[in-house]
């Protein structure tokens, strides 16, 4: 447990101030460019996955810092759930808590990410794509769990 828990305060803290200084130039520094399939543009996300909930700009990152919070105590209650899942736990953390920092600090998530070639996909970040990979990963094992168990209930049948 202790092996797994450095690796992930390591990954947490490696992703988390990646993604805030890449954020704090974009708000910061102009970093803005624009290209011909896909643009890098500040743009601020009051919402969540695609502007859903805006209309809680003002609560919504208490009531994700509350979910957070409960994951947490979850998590310490359940230390197998983490040591089995830390890799995707700690990229969840990292990609949650640095966009509820956004929200604190800049008053919104800040986005970047703008795909434009063919169609117009909605504007998103570094932390956005570890948090759909960390969602991946849980969705990988989960799946892979399912068929070992599977397999063994065949094998004992």
């Given at each position: 447990m202790r092996k797994e828990l450095k690796i992930a305060l390591t990954i947490f803290i490696v992703i988390f101030i990646i993604d805030q200084v890449v954020k704090y130039g974009f708000s910061n520094l102009a970093w803005d460019v624009d290209g011909p399939y896909m643009s890098l543009k500040l743009a601020?996300?009051?919402?969540v996955a695609f502007s859903m909930f805006s209309f809680l700009e003002d609560y919504l990152?208490?009531?994700q810092l509350v979910i957070v919070l409960v994951a947490t105590l979850y998590l310490l209650k359940n230390k197998n759930v983490f040591k089995e899942y830390y890799l995707p736990?700690?990229?969840?953390?990292?990609?949650g808590l640095s966009n509820i920092l956004d929200r604190f600090t800049y008053g919104g998530?800040?986005?970047?990410?703008?795909?434009h070639y063919l169609f117009e996909f909605a504007i998103f970040n570094i932390a956005?794509?570890?948090?759909?990979?960390a969602v991946v990963i849980i969705i990988f094992k989960q799946i892979k769990q399912s068929r070992e168990e599977k397999k063994q209930k065949e094998i004992n049948s």
């Amino acid at each position: 447990m202790r092996k797994e828990l450095k690796i992930a305060l390591t990954i947490f803290i490696v992703i988390f101030i990646i993604d805030q200084v890449v954020k704090y130039g974009f708000s910061n520094l102009a970093w803005d460019v624009d290209g011909p399939y896909m643009s890098l543009k500040l743009a601020y996300n009051y919402g969540v996955a695609f502007s859903m909930f805006s209309f809680l700009e003002d609560y919504l990152k208490y009531i994700q810092l509350v979910i957070v919070l409960v994951a947490t105590l979850y998590l310490l209650k359940n230390k197998n759930v983490f040591k089995e899942y830390y890799l995707p736990i700690a990229l969840l953390y990292a990609g949650g808590l640095s966009n509820i920092l956004d929200r604190f600090t800049y008053g919104g998530v800040v986005d970047y990410f703008y795909w434009h070639y063919l169609f117009e996909f909605a504007i998103f970040n570094i932390a956005d794509v570890i948090i759909d990979l960390a969602v991946v990963i849980i969705i990988f094992k989960q799946i892979k769990q399912s068929r070992e168990e599977k397999k063994q209930k065949e094998i004992n049948s």
